[in-house]
């Protein structure tokens, strides 16, 4: 397969175990058991459809004979058809009833519906998972002083882990958006070739109780509760996006935590993993790129722009339908979804090994600090008999000169010309007390242990089985 062109989202990116909730494999013995379901439930309701007939076709489900498939596609230029006819080969009594009264949508749309609930619930694992690591790296960090940056200028002190309660708080609104999709589910379900339920009606007799109790059944049958009360042929295309949407929120917080993280791994403070003989520049050989992060950062803008191809196929569809949605969704749903698996990968991967670098991080907090301590020590000095205003001025003066100073890469002298003022009258004990990092962070630490024992810690135990969870990473 060297001479063909070959998705690099399932060759180098995705897991094993998203590619093959979209595989052939997949899509066809989901074909099949709706097909099983609908005969199941149309002999339950009445029809003259055997026992015979339903163990043959229950037997074959995974007996998806391709070639034939693909012959009588060529053929027909219908991938249903082609299926329904070679499903019927393999069971030739069960073949006058296979996809009886049903139309394509009915295979299509609820298989589709259903391979995004399965990938869903994959995503949902290793959102989960994300979360555990982060909150864990949080309280390590709960009360590690940090600078803020806003407009990536340094403004008032936080913490490490306070700061990674943002990237966690991202995640949860994606995860609680992603349970309230997946609570909600709803299956096409039966509802015939523009919706309306006639080939059903006509089968039934005109028995409406009927119809609509076998579209409750088959969507009972594979595992459901909910179908769409109105469709036109498909499924309103809407509902990709609704369902996409949760893909793109999160990557979107994904790219924040990979943009944050390459600003940090700039400034040496925290680092991405980086493996004894991992290679950051065949060039330069000193170098230690963040690769993953901005693999991270390249496959979320990747989501993020492909989720306008659902938005404009769902404001596109003609009445009852148009087939311009199908070659579209073949490629962005499963694509979406990889991408995303694929994320997630590296998310879970960077945040369990990151690399923090506590002394520069006090170095460069220092480097700043000495100006954010101005106000304390101002006010320190008054109590002590000190004059406001002329010592405002001296604070001014030595702030200019020890600004120029850092800025010719020399080390922050601000607290050295104000200790050696006598007019402050203050020691360098009492000065090292007031410029004390943490205590500048005001509530950063409380705010960290809060936010993971009343928010973290409960989404975790409600799920405890999905966090332990065995994903392929």
């Known amino acids: 397969m060297r001479d063909t062109y070959q998705n690099p989202l399932i060759t180098r990116y995705a897991s094993k175990e998203m590619t093959q909730i979209f595989s052939d494999d997949e899509k066809f013995k989901t074909w099949r058991r709706l097909w099983v379901a609908l005969a199941k439930s149309e002999k339950e309701l009445g029809l003259n459809i055997t026992d015979e007939q339903i163990k043959e076709m229950e037997e ?78 949080a309280l ?25 309660c943002l990237w966690i708080q991202d995640l949860i609104l994606d995860l609680q958006d992603l349970r309230y999709r997946r609570e909600n589910i709803m299956l096409r379900g039966v509802k015939g070739t523009t919706g309306t339920q006639a080939s059903f009606m006509e089968l039934f007799g005109g028995d409406e109780e009927k119809v609509k109790e076998l579209d409750r059944l088959v969507i009972e049958k594979m595992g459901y509760k909910k179908s769409f009360p109105v469709t036109g042929q498909t499924y309103t295309r809407k509902y990709d996006f609704m369902l996409l ?63 306008l191809n659902a938005s404009i196929t769902s404001s596109a569809q003609w009445f009852e339908r148009t087939l311009d949605d199908s070659a579209n969704r073949r490629i962005v749903i499963p694509e979406m979804f990889l991408a995303t698996d694929a994320i997630l990968n ?74 050696n003022d006598q007019r402050f009258k203050l020691s360098q004990e009492e000065i090292k007390e007031l410029v004390d990092p943490i205590k500048f962070t005001g509530r950063a630490v409380s705010q960290t242990e809060e936010y993971i024992k ?4 409960p989404i975790l135990a409600d799920f405890k089985e999905d966090v332990e969870a065995k994903v392929e990473v």
């Open 140 to 164: 390590t960090y709960k009360d590690l002083p940090t600078l803020g940056y806003t407009h990536f200028q340094p403004a008032q002190l936080t913490t490490v882990g306070k700061r990674a």
């Open 346 to 419: 590296l998310y879970i991967n960077i945040a369990s090994g990151l690399k923090v670098n506590k002394k520069v991080i006090e170095k460069n907090v220092m480097k700043e600090l000495p100006f954010m301590a101005t106000e304390k020590i101002l006010m320190k000095a008054v109590l002590k008999g000190g004059d406001r205003q002329e010592l405002h001025e001296a604070i001014r003066v030595y702030s200019l000169k020890a600004a120029e100073e850092v800025k010719n890469g020399e080390k922050n002298r601000l607290l050295d010309y104000i200790q």
């Open 60 to 137: 074959n489900i995974d007996n998806i004979n391709y070639e034939d498939a693909e012959k009588f596609e060529r053929e027909f230029r219908h991938d249903v058809m082609a299926h329904i006819h070679a499903y019927g080969l393999l069971c030739p009594k069960a073949k006058p009833i296979i996809h009886l009264g049903a139309t394509s949508a009915f295979v299509d749309d609820n298989t589709d519906i259903i391979l995004m609930d399965r990938a869903l619930e994959l995503i949902e694992k290793k959102l989960l998972k994300v979360i555990k690591v982060l909150s864990e790296f």
């Open 245 to 307: 949407s949760v893909l793109s929120g999160i990557a979107q917080s994904a790219h924040k935590f990979s943009n944050d993280l390459r600003l940090l791994q700039h400034l040496r403070e925290i680092e991405e993993p980086f493996e004894e003989k991992q290679i950051g520049s065949s060039a330069m050989a000193y170098k230690r790129n963040p690769m993953r992060s901005e693999r991270m950062a390249a496959l979320s803008r990747y989501v993020i722009v492909t989720l």
């Open 454 to 457: 009343e928010i973290v810690n």
